[in-house]
T-cell receptor, first 115, second 110 residues
Framework: QQQVKQSPQSLIVQKGGISIINCAYE??????FPWYQQFPGKGPALLIA?????SEKKEGRFTISFNKSAKQFSLHIMDSQPGDSATYFC??????????????FGSGTQLTVLP | NAGVTQTPKFQVLKTGQSMTLQCAQD?????MYWYRQDPGMGLRLIYY???????DKGEVPNGYNVSRLNKREFSLRLESAAPSQTSVYFC?????????FGSGTRLTVV
């Protein structure tokens, strides 16, 4: 079963608009929530991350909103640009055996920003 | 440039063939991971290694084996490839909360 559910699967916005991607998780052992950006032919790259004791984190045009009680978090991209066109993954991290951590990904959102 | 290097970048296998995907990192990270990425399913964890000498199963380990050769290298082996293993495979290393991913191996099993 999908431990981290992500929506929408695809998103098209106009240049200058706001892109919003939503995620929900089930396992309360998750303690770190990153977002990754992936361009075609590349591996995922960390975009922004949040811990559950914080309700919002902003870095430039990117903001994470976090609702611990609802077990939901979202990524907002303000003033979206064509260069933001990529696949975005939410993820959730928890401690695992042997001092490792496990990172569980959502299913991804294909964002297209029209010029 | 420092990072995670995966080889090969592309591979086509026939059903039943075997192969090893190679991964090396030069950031002195303790933990390393193998993921597979399939359309509409995100990245799913196959195996991970918390530190040199240890390996553990992830979400989808069936049909795969791994070897943590040393601190730098973590290989993924398909003993008898199946069409269901057609995917893009990513290796990653971790320090603290930060993961660094390689650029992937696109594997097709026919």
């Amino acid at each position: 079963q999908q431990q981290v559910k992500q929506s929408p699967q695809s998103l098209i916005v106009q240049k200058g608009g706001i892109s919003i991607i939503n995620c929900a998780y089930e396992n309360t052992a998750f303690d770190y929530f990153p977002w990754y950006q992936q361009f075609p032919g590349k591996g995922p790259a960390l975009l922004i991350a949040i811990r559950p004791d914080v309700s919002e984190k902003k870095e430039g045009r990117f903001t994470i909103s976090f609702n611990k009680s609802a077990k939901q978090f979202s990524l907002h991209i303000m003033d979206s640009q064509p260069g933001d066109s990529a696949t975005y993954f939410c993820a959730a991290s928890r401690e695992a055996s042997g001092s490792a951590r496990q990172l569980t990904f959502g299913s991804g959102t294909q964002l297209t920003v029209l010029p | 440039n420092a990072g995670v290097t995966q080889t090969p970048k592309f591979q086509v296998l026939k059903t039943g063939q075997s192969m090893t995907l190679q991964c090396a990192q030069d950031m002195n990270h303790n933990s390393m991971y193998w993921y597979r990425q399939d359309p509409g399913m995100g990245l799913r964890l196959i195996y991970y290694s918390a530190s040199e000498g240890t390996t553990d199963k992830g979400e989808v380990p069936n049909g795969y084996n791994v070897s943590r050769l040393n601190k730098r290298e973590f290989s993924l082996r398909l003993e008898s490839a199946a069409p269901s293993q057609t995917s893009v495979y990513f290796c990653a290393s971790r320090q603290g909360y930060g993961y660094t991913f390689g650029s992937g191996t696109r594997l097709t099993v026919v």
